[in-house]
Structure formats: structure tokens, C-alpha cells
């Protein structure tokens, strides 16, 4: 499986950028949640939005309301569209698909592919 993210760039603060994520490759069974993260430099890789195969939405804290996620019914194709974007948003952000381990948490089923590199200027 692969997992190809792309639309990052460099824009102003204030900007907006839209991400995409295609999921290919021979996937065994439906994915049921998918998810962006990202990662700055120096920093551990973040959970940003999570959106699963009923169209429900969770977001951090920091992009609630400036971030939106959406995908195909098969959660195959995943969007991110960020709009007022801030310095902090820089980072190589990531997509993949996700389950819950024991402890609630979200983990990456797949590996982990190259990300795309947003960087937001001041």
C-alpha cells in the first residue's frame, strides 16, 4: 500500500492550501478511518484530523475551525483544506489510515509515506 500526500507549499500567513492523499495498492479489507498528522522540525508527529467511513470528524485543537478533512466514500482519496494558516502550521504533514490501540489512542496502519512540506511565512 502507498500512501502519496501532496498540495503543500510555501504561503503568507492567512493563506490556504488544500492537501491530497491517494491510498493505493492491494487493500485487503475497507479502511475505515483515515487521518492527516504532521510533523515540525524538532517535534513529534501530531494527529491534526481524523475522518472515518461514516463521515464523522475530529480535529486538534489548534486547527479546529481553520482545518476541514473530507474524503471519498471509500476513503481512498482524503483532503485537508487549511484555510487562515499560521507559522505553527509548518511541517511535513502526513496521511495514512488509522486504528485505536488499547489505550484510545490513533495509530498508522500503513507506512509511512514521504508526506508534503507546508511552510506558512510571517
Known amino acids: 500500500v502507498q500512501l502519496q500526500a501532496s498540495g503543500g507549499g510555501l504561503v503568507q500567513a492567512g493563506g490556504s492550501l488544500r492537501l491530497s492523499c491517494v491510498v493505493s495498492?492491494?487493500?485487503?479489507?475497507?479502511?475505515?478511518?483515515m487521518a492527516w498528522y504532521r510533523q515540525a522540525p524538532g517535534k513529534q508527529r501530531e494527529l491534526v484530523a481524523v475522518?472515518?467511513?461514516?463521515?464523522?470528524?475530529n480535529y486538534a485543537d489548534s486547527v479546529k475551525g481553520r482545518f476541514t478533512i473530507s474524503g471519498d466514500n471509500a476513503l481512498n482519496t482524503v483532503y485537508l483544506q487549511m484555510n487562515s494558516l499560521e507559522p505553527d502550521d509548518t511541517a511535513v504533514y502526513y496521511c495514512?489510515?488509522?486504528?485505536?490501540?488499547?489505550?484510545?489512542?490513533?495509530?498508522?496502519?500503513?507506512?509511512w509515506g514521504k508526506g508534503t512540506q507546508v511552510t506558512v511565512s510571517s
Open positions: 475522518i472515518n467511513s461514516g463521515g464523522s470528524t
Open positions: 495514512n489510515a488509522v486504528r485505536k490501540n488499547y489505550g484510545d489512542t490513533y495509530y498508522g496502519i500503513f507506512n
Open positions: 495498492g492491494s487493500i485487503f479489507s475497507s479502511i475505515n478511518t
